[in-house]
Every structure is written in structure tokens, then in C-alpha cells.
């Protein structure tokens, strides 16, 4: 079956910093990518969908300057988190998809902002 | 905008139970999605819908969607501790941009 893969599972840092996700379609190629937070207990949060060469697409209430998202390829999606702060510390998870096709979901990263 | 219910919100049954999960839309379903998510995990996906009346079935698990394309059910036979976990159901929208997702169903399986 399709495989997605995360990268990296865990990042723990200081309060500031920036943290760059890499989400990899390893066997299709990917023309929408999503990213997604999910809190304890709660259901996966959309943040933006994105197309590989054009600018992503974010939900209400996202800030876009704040997370990051470049689709570079048909391959590969980043989400960067900027000037992290304990706030943003979630559990992300990308998916992808091609066409109709179902999404296809990487294993998530816990993100942790100390 | 389309919201998904699902129910139960949590579910705990004896393993080798029977079990059934309900997905409803505010408006007409243009693809449904099942998903299991373990804890701390990715999403594993299960089954899509499409068609009114459609069913699906994989191993032990079922999913139907109902003519009239709003809700979905989701059918567990002769549960076993491995299908404990969080099940989502997604639904696509007119344009098959984006998926949203329910709340999610935490089922949990006593052994």
C-alpha cells in the first residue's frame, strides 16, 4: 500500500527555535499534501493544504507566517515551525494523496518546545 | 461547512464482542473515509465509500454507507485487542480538496 513517511517521530527543543518537519510520499507521487495537529485526546485539527508549486492553503485561524509550508516536489512537503513556543508543542501529522485516491497518513511528530 | 458526528464517543467491549460505530453527515457524503489511529500514531486507512449503499468489508471489519449518502456505520465482528484504538471517519468534500475529520470513536477491548 502507499507509504508515507515522517520525519523526524520526536523533536524536543528550546522555547525559539524553529523545527522543520519533512513528510515523504515514499511510493506515489503526492499532489496534495496536508498537514494536521492533533491535541490530547482531541481529533486531528487540518492546518493548511498544500499543492506541490503553489503556495499552501490555510485553515481559519492558522497563522502562516508561524508554520511554514513548502511543497517542493510531488514527493515532499515541509512544515516549519517558526520561533517555537511552548504553545506549539502538538502531536503533527502529514498526509498525502493523489487525485481522488484516499490520504495516506505518516506515523506523526511530537513536537515539544521546552 | 460539513461536520461529521461520530458515536459512540468511546466504546469498551469483551473481546470477541460485536461492535458498531456510527458516522453522520450535515450534508450528502461525496466520499467517506475510515481511518484507525493508534495512540500517539499515523492514521491507518481502512475503507472508502462512495456510492449510496455501498459496503466494504476487510478481515473482520465492515463499513456500509446509506443511500441517501449522510451516514456510515462501521461494523467490528468477534472484537480482538487489536482493533483497540481511535477509529475517524473522514469526509470528503464536493471537490475532493480536503478530508474532514469526526471526533473520533476510542474503542477499547477487554480481554
Known amino acids: 500500500g502507499a507509504v508515507v513517511s515522517q520525519h523526524p517521530s520526536r523533536v524536543i527543543c528550546k522555547s525559539g527555535t524553529s523545527v522543520k518537519i519533512e513528510c515523504r510520499s515514499l511510493?506515489?507521487?503526492?499532489?496534495?499534501m496536508f498537514w494536521y495537529r492533533q491535541f490530547p485526546k482531541k481529533s486531528l485539527m487540518l492546518m493548511a493544504t498544500?499543492?506541490?508549486?503553489?503556495?499552501?492553503?490555510?485553515e481559519q485561524g492558522v497563522e502562516k507566517d508561524k508554520f511554514l509550508i513548502n511543497h517542493a516536489s510531488l514527493t515532499l512537503s515541509t512544515l516549519t515551525v517558526t520561533s517555537a513556543h511552548p504553545e506549539d508543542s502538538s502531536f503533527y501529522i502529514c498526509?498525502?494523496?493523489?487525485?481522488?485516491?484516499?490520504?495516506?497518513f505518516g506515523d506523526g511528530t511530537r513536537l515539544s518546545i521546552l | 461547512s460539513q461536520e461529521l458526528e461520530q458515536s459512540p464517543q468511546s466504546l469498551i467491549v469483551q473481546e470477541g464482542k460485536n461492535l458498531t460505530i456510527n458516522c453522520t453527515s450535515s450534508?450528502?457524503?461525496?466520499?467517506l473515509y475510515w481511518y484507525k489511529q493508534k495512540y500517539g500514531e499515523g492514521l491507518i486507512f481502512l475503507m472508502m465509500?462512495?456510492?449510496?449503499?455501498e459496503e466494504k468489508s476487510h478481515e473482520k471489519i465492515t463499513a456500509k454507507l446509506d443511500e441517501k449518502k449522510q451516514q456510515s456505520s462501521l461494523h467490528i465482528t468477534a472484537s480482538q485487542p487489536s482493533h483497540a484504538g481511535i477509529y475517524l471517519c473522514?469526509?470528503?468534500?464536493?471537490?475532493?480538496?480536503?478530508?474532514?475529520f469526526g471526533k473520533g470513536t476510542r474503542l477499547h477491548i477487554l480481554p
Open positions: 498526509s498525502a494523496r493523489t487525485g481522488f485516491q484516499p490520504q495516506h
Open positions: 473522514g469526509a470528503d468534500g464536493k471537490i475532493h480538496d480536503k478530508i474532514i
Open positions: 498544500s499543492n506541490e508549486g503553489s503556495k499552501a492553503t490555510y
Open positions: 511510493d506515489f507521487q503526492a499532489t496534495t
Open positions: 450534508k450528502t457524503l461525496y466520499g
Open positions: 465509500l462512495q456510492k449510496g449503499g
